[in-house]
């Protein structure tokens, strides 16, 4: 066989000129998403830089939610929602779960009382091998709508060096900003701590989109309903939402309906501050049944990145932009509490600070 002859000297050099070219954009690209050009622009790390300053550093721990349980167990579905998602979970049957209940902030010696709201962090594993993951709180709407928002309010609450608490009229300035807090903050003057993580409410807050068999598209929230209540206080123990948890588990498996809301059109899907009208179809697509607790420093969820945005065929994001930034947060998160692993004294470079401890 003859050799190709040599390409010309200005074929060459064009062709190196549109390689350059592609890297040069690629290079562009990230430097853009990762804020390099234009340092300014709201970042995945200014975000958590921003949940640092508020909380301090913990390292080998979340940068917010940092203080949790994991749970083990598995979603019983009804079936009920198989007409509207192809997603192997809403099939008759069970898929196994790891999650983990939390409390908000980045101090996971915080005391339980410290907030009124809980978390409740999902990892289904379907039978196909397809993950779906979610993060639901037990408040009814967001404070706010957009990422910047979001900064603007952790910057807000951002504690003052000489009192260690946040400036009461920087709050004052925010919420007076931001109308779209009110919601918010009319739920917030009522809420109190709750006994338990097993009694509360928890929801997706976010909307998503279910797609069915034909390929139409349903825009969704949803819920954890509980079974259980009458909790009782959780008088002065500041880790008292673990002993519940594990002495309700020891006795009987925990249980929450989880109720698909469809939306109608007018609904909105891309503001998690505006709630849907309570005449909205709820659909019980089964049962979460908890069964066991272990500690989050050797438990199974301990090296679980609850991004939103791990969704199984038949679950699709919808336009809500926190979502997105929610999803490149944990991401940061996740890297940074990993990476330290190996720096803290005593540790294997697999083991976290949190199983040292």
Known sequence: MHAPPPLPARSVVLRLILIAAVLSIIVLAFGYVGGWLAPHRLTAQRMVDQLQANAGVFPGYRRNHAKGVCVVGYFESSGNVQAYSVAQVFAPGRTPVVGRFAVPGGNPYAPDGSVPIRSMALRFTQADGQQWRTGMNSMPVFPVATPQAFYEQLQAQQPDPATGKADPAHLKAFFAAHPETAAFLAWVKTARPSASYTTESYWSLDAFVLVDANGQRHAVRWRMAPEASGATPGGSDPNYLDADLAERLAHNPQRWHLFVTLAQPGDPTNDATRTWPSDRRDINAGTLVLTGTEPQASGPCRDINYDPLVLPHGI??????????????????????TSEEAHLPGTAAHTTPEAAR
């Open 316 to 337: 699709e994001a919808s336009d809500d932009p926190l979502l997105p930034a929610r999803s490149a947060a944990y991401a940061t998160s996740y890297l940074r509490r």
